[in-house]
Every structure is written in C-alpha cells, then in structure tokens.
C-alpha cells in the first residue's frame, strides 16, 4: 500500500535562508510520481513542483527544488531564498501511475522570521 | 491546467440539515476528485466522480452520507448529508493533471453547529 511520511510538524526559518522540507514514501509500483503543495492560510492548495520515478534528475521549479532519493524512499523539497510568503503548510503527495488515487502526508508547517 | 470555480467558499449549517458544493471546470474532464481536509488535518480522498457513472467511494465513506453528482464533463457535486459537528472540514474538489499534479478548487469551509 502507498504511504506517505512527513515527521516534521512545524519548521522555522529565517527570511532568505533555506530550508528542507522532509518526506519519505512507501510504495510497491516502480513507476509513480512525487508531488508537493503549499496550501496558505487562505486554504487554497497549490501544486509546487512534480518529481517522476524515473527521472534521472532532480526537479526544479525557480526557488524550489526536490532532492530525490530513490533507494532511501525520499522526496524532499527544499526551498532557497525564504520569503515571508513562503509561511504555509506544504503537503508531499505520491500517486502510482497505473492508478487515479493520489496520498498525502500530514503535512509541515513553515514558518518564515523576518 | 483548468481553472476550477467551487462555491460555496464556506458555510455555517445546522445539524441535520444538508449542503451541495458545486464545482465548475473551465474544460472538459474525464475525472474529478473530491476530498475532505478535517480541521489541523491533512487531505482524504472521499470519492473519484466519472461522468456517466456512479462514483467511486474510498475506504469510510458511503453514497448516503456523500453522494455525488457528475452531469457532465465540466461540472460536479458533492453533497454533506445529514451533518453533524464532525463533519465541518474544508471540501476540495480537484482534477488531475498527471505529471503537473492537481488544479483545486478554493475550497468550501464548512461548520456545522
């Protein structure tokens, strides 16, 4: 069954560091696809960056980037240059591609220090 | 990706009573997914709509409490039957844009008093 782990709650960061964002993932399929979300206090959901299985290289989407490790089963976002903008929660999300359904994790909440 | 217009935003309903969320996709899709996301919570898949079909329900949620709608290519609803005060959650409707991940719609706050 396809799980998804996110053991960090809550993170701080100051203004214009970076920060990683941990997730790791359990699944059986080979082929599947990594996905994160930032969902602000307004409750929108916004799709960050996509990572496939099979891609060699990791995903970049301007100041986002996945640090994808296959064989430890992880996916972690890492954001560069903090804004106070960035203060939300982020969700990891894996959906295997023979099939519609895609997880989440819990969850972390970012905070971003002026 | 589509733009996905979802009303209402939010409400505040009794117990017992009834809500339909609609949600309105700009394109033609085959697929749309409702989920519920319960207070501090993360996000759980209630259902996959297909038109012309019945929807399919995951693991905890049945067509009585959930049922759903899907007229349509464009257009779906999910309704919260007969609620309580555990129901209050955010409702996300949503379409899968496979490798550009979900387009979601803003969400529906509901509270039930």
């Known amino acids: 069954a396809q799980k998804i782990t996110q053991t960090q709650p809550g993170m701080f960061v100051q203004e214009k560091e970076a920060v990683t964002l941990d997730c790791t993932y359990d699944t059986s399929d080979q082929s599947y696809g990594l996905f994160w979300y930032k969902q602000p206090s307004s409750g929108e959901m916004i799709f960050l960056i996509y990572?496939?299985?099979?891609?060699?290289q990791n995903a970049t989407e301007g100041r986002y980037s996945l640090n994808f490790q296959k064989a430890r089963k992880s996916a972690n976002l890492v954001i560069s240059a903090s804004q106070l903008g960035d203060s939300a929660m982020y969700f990891c999300?894996?959906?295997?591609?023979?099939?519609?359904?895609?997880?989440f994790g819990a969850g972390t909440r970012l905070f971003v220090k002026a | 990706s589509a733009v996905i217009s979802q009303k209402p935003s939010r409400d505040i309903c009794q117990r017992g009573t009834s809500l339909t969320i609609q949600c309105q996709v700009d394109s033609q899709v085959t697929m749309m997914f409702w989920y519920r996301q319960q207070p501090g919570q993360s996000l759980t898949l209630i259902a996959t709509a297909n038109q012309g079909s019945e929807a399919t329900y995951e693991s905890g949620f049945v067509i009585d409490k959930f049922p759903i709608s899907r007229p349509n290519l464009t257009f779906s609803t999910l309704t919260v039957s007969n609620m309580s005060p555990e129901d209050s959650s955010i409702y996300l409707c949503?379409?899968?844009?496979?490798?550009?991940?979900?387009?979601f719609g803003s969400g529906t706050r509901l509270t039930v008093v």
């Open positions: 949503s379409v899968d844009y496979r490798n550009y991940g979900y387009t």
């Open positions: 999300a894996m959906r295997e591609d023979g099939g519609f359904k895609t997880i």
């Open positions: 990572q496939g299985s099979y891609d060699e």
